[in-house]
């Protein structure tokens, strides 16, 4: 065959470079990356300790806040401190701004109607309360409802429990004013005060207003109405104090009036087993009130210990 009249010549291009030979990659490192010397190894080892360092002594400075007062003479921030044992808790401490007149309650009278439950020594609540009848209150917010009942039944003293300085400053603020001089403020764990710092049959009842729900299923074991925690509190009570639970999250009253209903040491108030109207000692809260204009149903929950 003959060849092509006028063939087109190959025109010989650059020739392709060669590849760098790039040192061998040290195993973790990236690919392409110069194997570190002696030096940077050292430089980076100097860096992850000053990080460390830094680390640390921020976790230092975060636990002594906690740790400290916010007011001196006033409530503790961590009352019981390291020398109880941690427990999954039905509580949530928080922070938030405290006003010029709870601040002024806090200081003025938490040294006379104040206490830190610190689980070091058992209480004298006869001394405490001036022989009055001694009701444990968990949880008062902002203490509306309980300077309300300490006023309408000055013979009956009102131990009331909580972890939130505003509401605790709000509280004596409130007590102060109304003239009521039968509530005394308790920081911290309700259950290290009943557990160790009341002794047997000490109380004359028990109220529980509006606990925290934790509404979460996995949150359920925070709740703080359990049979763990009525075997505790059945101990504290006299026989026929009462126990008094409310709430406006429905699972959480069926699980109260489950739990107490099925304890050999409580009887419900109630002939037919269910839950009792709002009796007339308890003041409408004003968190009771949002939740009735939200349209939330709030359960009353009596029982008496046997």
Known sequence: ??????????????????????????????????????????????????????????????????????????????????????????????????????????????????????????????????????????G????????????????????????????????????????VSNVRVANGDAIILLREMLEPEALDGLRVYFPDPWPKKRHHKRRLIQPEFLDLVAGRLKPGALVHCATDWEPYAEQMLEVLTAHPRFENTRSDGGYAPRPAFRPLTRFEGQGLDKGHVVHDVLFTRR
């Open 1 to 138: 065959m003959s060849e092509p009249a006028n063939p087109t010549p190959e025109t010989p291009g650059p020739a392709p470079e060669a590849s760098p030979v790039l040192p061998e990659t040290p195993p973790g490192a990236a690919p392409g990356t110069a194997p570190l010397t002696d030096a940077d190894a050292d430089a980076n080892a100097d860096a992850d300790a000053d990080a460390a360092q830094r680390r640390a002594a921020s976790f230092e400075r975060q636990r002594r806040l906690r740790q400290e007062p916010r007011f001196p003479g006033g409530p503790a921030a961590d009352p019981a401190g390291s020398h109880h044992e941690r427990r999954i808790r039905s509580f949530q401490p928080r922070r938030s701004r405290v006003t010029a007149g709870q601040e002024d309650a806090l200081q003025r009278l938490w040294p006379k109607w104040g206490l830190d439950i610190d689980g070091r020594g058992v209480l004298d609540l006869p001394a405490l309360f001036d022989g009055l009848p001694v009701v444990l209150e968990i």
């Open 140 to 179: 008062f917010g902002m203490g509306e409802a309980t300077a309300q009942m300490a006023a309408e039944d000055p013979d009956t003293g009102i131990l009331a429990v909580d972890v939130h300085t505003p509401g605790q400053g709000n509280l004596l603020g409130l007590a102060d004013r109304a003239g």
